[in-house]
């Protein structure tokens, strides 16, 4: 077997459920998808996964149950999949559990401050619907953060940006897959001390996003994408 970029790696922690084949699909190693265009089938087929991008949404009502370790475990797993520069794997996870996810509730609730800043932007309605879930991010039981370690070049600094946002998509759809539910954000630049203080990110390492998870207590509606999105040059 083969992990990244070719290197050899153990198998992943391989967790069934509602039927997805995600671990190492996002790489394109596993899954029978050629990143060349076409496809083959190696068990499960290509549009089980379009049916798991498809299917995710950002969920902000969750109801009280708790997500089990394992679980958390098997997504962490499908995100440490993803490319990145050189193979370094930039991210690191921080996942608060209990009084840690409590902590991390008030400091992400002293955002409703700055809310105001921008109901001319996203007006008043958007802006109550955001403080409500800011209050106590929906009920989440999970909050993570995903940490990096600071690099003074800005262009690896922007190649690590996206592979962190590359495992990041790979851990959603993993949620999915699971059964899941999760909202991405990135962390709230006036309260990011805080933030990172909370999940004990290190000296040296910046926040770069926040996960909350558990299990959806609201169904939203799909919105439309935007279509005019690509040019072909011949």
């Known amino acids: 077997r083969r992990g990244h970029c070719g290197e050899p790696r153990e198998a992943p922690l391989r967790v069934q459920s509602s039927g997805y084949r995600l671990c190492g699909v996002i790489a394109g190693v596993e899954s029978g998808i050629l990143l060349g265009g ?19 949404r950002s969920i902000r009502v969750f109801d009280s149950r708790p997500v089990d370790r394992a679980l958390i475990d098997a997504l962490i797993d499908a995100a440490t999949y993803a490319p990145s520069r050189f193979n370094i794997q930039p991210w690191h996870f921080h996942v608060a559990l209990g009084d840690a996810r409590h902590r991390v509730g008030e400091v992400m609730a002293m955002t409703t401050a700055y809310l105001d800043e921008y109901i001319d932007t ?6 109550e619907h955001a403080a409500r879930f800011y209050a106590d991010l929906g009920g989440a039981p999970v909050a993570i953060g995903i940490s990096a370690k600071h690099v003074d070049d800005p262009t690896e600094w ?21 059964g899941l539910a999760a909202c991405s954000l990135t962390a709230p630049h006036w ?9 004990e990110i290190p000296e040296g390492s910046e926040i770069m996003a926040l996960i909350v998870l558990g299990y959806a207590d609201e169904v939203p509606q799909p919105k439309d994408r935007h279509t005019n999105v690509v040019t072909y040059l011949t």
């Open 158 to 178: 922007l190649d690590d940006t996206i592979a962190v946002g590359t495992a990041l998509q790979s851990f959603l759809l993993a949620a999915v897959e699971h």
């Open 38 to 56: 076409g496809s083959h089938r190696t068990g499960r087929s290509a549009m089980e996964l379009m049916d798991a991008i498809r299917a995710r």
């Open 191 to 199: 309260i990011k001390d805080r933030l990172m203080e909370a999940f």
């Open 122 to 127: 996203l007006g008043p309605e958007m802006v």
